[in-house]
């Protein structure tokens, strides 16, 4: 099987913890910016938005869980 999609694989010095944090902070950002096109009325926006935040909240909960320990 030919796998022409580029890795954009981390150095080995970066830990898993590094990379959730680099995650959520994204998905925050992704989040914030789909809550601006919301109020200015985009209707689209609306439906990405509720993807986006449940996205969001699986990702908090993976990341509470897995820091309860």
Known sequence: MDDTRKS???????????????ILEKLRHMDERIAK?????????????????????SVNLGYSVGHSV
Request: aromatic residues 0%; neutral net charge.
């Open 37 to 57: 096109l919301e109020e200015q009325g985009n209707v689209l926006a609306h439906d990405v938005s509720r993807s986006s935040r449940s996205k969001l909240q």
């Open 8 to 22: 954009q694989k981390k150095p080995a010095s970066s830990s898993p913890n590094e990379d959730s944090k680099e």
